[in-house]
């Protein structure tokens, strides 16, 4: 049931009667102290292929991210962040479904997700729509449009994206000069041929100067777009859902040339976690190739150098974007009315293990940035450490606004951590490679089953090993804590939730 909210102006009180109470219903300390969303606006802002290692304010050093660390301040930073999928298609399946990869049936990029879903199952455009909003999108939202037909009929406008069949929304609010290209390479369709592999490594295997200027950039054209529109919503007073998309830093690992010259690769440190063959749990990536890059080889210390170094100007530039996007928001004044959510879609090794991409269970694919930003909210430039969970996404965007959700959500939502980020929360987190390869994640320790896999399970220690790579699942003196979450990961997801709700 959705709490109905008091405005911010009574915080004083309400924290006086609160203090040196242990405990309060989750439900009712998130009523109390957060203010009336119902009315606000939505901001998602979605990047591709995030490392949670990489933006300033998650610890990165090197990494220069001042916008993003400029909105910490003002929003919640969630550190233990966790997609429920290895790749693009099956994570935005999930996170913009609230159901989990076994129960949405998607699980890999290939498996088409309106065919896959059970019937019924709605998104949040569809939602938003029904409940008032006015809905747009700049860029991918889902995985393909071919994949999301239906769901994508829900947005009133779609800029930097296909148009699904029926569709029949307004033009382009912005025209762009065309930009001078190479002629267009289209995929070939068998994805087992010479061909195929032949064409990945044309269009993704590479890094350094996109050899064009910002100003050419789709990502920094879509900022544009935003701002566009944001000026359109000020105007009309129209309440809205926004969906910005940043293509960076998928691969190619290519940025203007004033990005890129922000790193010194002979700066950077040999990537943690060095492969191992024999006791890799994915040893075609080391004899192989990785799927996104380096897909032929192993890079040399001095090209993953480089390779990170372009990462990071990659998301360097994807901050300056996103900078773009918040200040237009300001400046139209609708950032006190706008809750903003700024995420990855998933995470990205970057040469540990010697992985180059995603698609593993290990932390670096599982954990992805998040910030959300409730106007006013009394937690706001705080850092959450409890667990959430991708999926939680629906539920949380439908609490806070006031939708009908449906009941068969898999997601809990995390507005209470909203107001209160140290909640008790969830004890773990769990995602899927497939049916048979999954991982539930604990604060002490990560454990997977492989179905198919070098190992048929695999047990790590996270205080003593938090790179994962000294596999304990066979270490006698860890046989009850393998049972253990062998068991966790067999009662799954609601064995996992806060007991204050988990016993309701």
């Known amino acids: 049931m959705r709490a109905t909210r008091v405005k911010s102006d009574s915080m004083a009180l309400v924290l006086t009667v609160c203090a040196g109470l242990a405990v309060l219903p989750e439900r009712a300390f998130t009523a109390a102290l957060l203010p009336d969303t119902t009315k606000m606006n939505v901001l998602?802002?979605?990047?591709?292929?995030?490392?949670?290692?990489?933006?300033?304010?998650?610890?990165?050093?090197i990494c220069k991210t001042?916008?993003?660390?400029?909105?910490?301040?003002?929003?919640?930073?969630f550190d233990s962040a966790y997609v429920q999928a290895v790749c693009c298609n099956p994570s935005r399946s999930s996170f913009l479904t609230g159901l989990r990869p076994l129960t949405s049936r998607v699980w890999n990029n290939g498996q088409e997700m309106d065919k896959s879903?059970?019937?019924?199952?709605?998104?949040?455009?569809?939602?938003?729509?029904?409940?008032?909003?006015?809905?747009?999108?700049?860029?991918?939202?889902f995985h393909t449009v071919e994949y999301a037909e239906k769901q994508l009929l829900a947005f009133d406008r779609i800029e930097s994206y296909g148009k699904p069949p029926g569709w029949e929304g307004p033009g382009p609010i912005l025209k762009f000069p065309p930009v001078k290209r190479a002629p267009r390479d289209p995929a070939p369709k068998d994805k087992n041929s010479k061909e195929y592999r032949e064409w990945r490594a044309r269009n993704s295997d590479r890094y350094g100067d996109s050899g064009l200027v910002p100003e050419e950039e789709g990502d920094y054209?879509?900022?544009?777009?935003?701002?566009?529109?944001?000026?359109?919503?000020?105007?009309t007073k129209k309440r809205f859902f926004l969906s910005v998309h940043q293509s960076r830093p998928h691969t190619p690992l290519i940025a203007p040339k004033k990005y890129v010259d922000m790193y010194d690769p002979?700066?950077?440190?040999?990537?943690?976690?060095?492969?191992v063959v024999e006791e890799s749990l994915y040893p075609r990536r080391l004899t192989v190739g990785n799927p996104d890059i380096f897909i032929r080889r192993q890079p040399t210390p001095r090209q993953a150098k480089e390779a990170i170094a372009a990462y990071y100007a990659c998301v360097s530039f994807v901050d300056s974007n996103i900078g773009m996007v918040l200040d237009e928001l300001e400046r139209q004044g609708l950032a006190g009315n706008t809750i903003v959510f700024i995420m990855g879609d998933h995470g990205f090794h970057l040469g540990d293990h010697g992985f180059w991409s995603k698609y593993s269970m290990l932390e670096s694919?599982?954990?992805?940035?998040?910030?959300?930003?409730?106007?006013?909210?009394?937690?706001?430039?705080?850092?959450?450490?409890?667990?959430?969970?991708?999926?939680?996404?629906?539920?949380t965007v439908g609490e806070l606004v006031g939708l009908d959700l449906p009941s068969n959500l898999e997601g809990l939502s995390f507005a209470p951590l909203l107001a209160n980020p140290s909640l008790p929360w969830k004890k773990a987190v769990f995602l899927v490679e497939n049916e048979s390869n999954q991982v539930v994640r604990t604060r002490g320790f990560s454990y997977m089953e492989f179905g198919k896999g070098p190992v048929p399970a695999a047990l790590f220690d996270l205080e003593?090993?938090?790179?994962?790579?000294?596999?304990?699942?066979?270490?006698?003196?860890?046989?009850?804590?393998?049972?253990?979450?062998?068991?966790?990961?067999?009662?799954g997801w609601k064995a996992a939730l806060p007991d204050s709700i988990a016993s309701k």
């Open 66 to 77: 001042p916008n993003l660390d400029r909105f910490a301040t003002s929003a919640i930073r």
């Open 464 to 491: 003593k090993d938090p790179w994962e790579t000294l596999n304990l699942a066979d270490d006698p003196a860890y046989a009850q804590t393998r049972q253990e979450m062998a068991q966790l990961l067999k009662a």
């Open 365 to 395: 694919t599982r954990r992805a940035p998040l910030w959300v930003r409730v106007p006013d909210g009394p937690a706001n430039g705080q850092v959450c450490r409890e667990f959430v969970e991708f999926v939680d996404l629906v539920p």
């Open 44 to 61: 998602f802002i979605l990047v591709e292929d995030w490392s949670a290692n990489t933006p300033g304010c998650y610890g990165n050093p």
């Open 266 to 275: 002979a700066q950077i440190p040999d990537p943690p976690a060095p492969p």
């Open 117 to 141: 879903l059970p019937p019924g199952t709605v998104t949040p455009p569809e939602m938003l729509k029904k409940s008032g909003f006015h809905t747009a999108v700049i860029g991918k939202f």
């Open 221 to 235: 054209r879509n900022a544009q777009i935003a701002c566009a529109l944001l000026k359109e919503f000020a105007q």
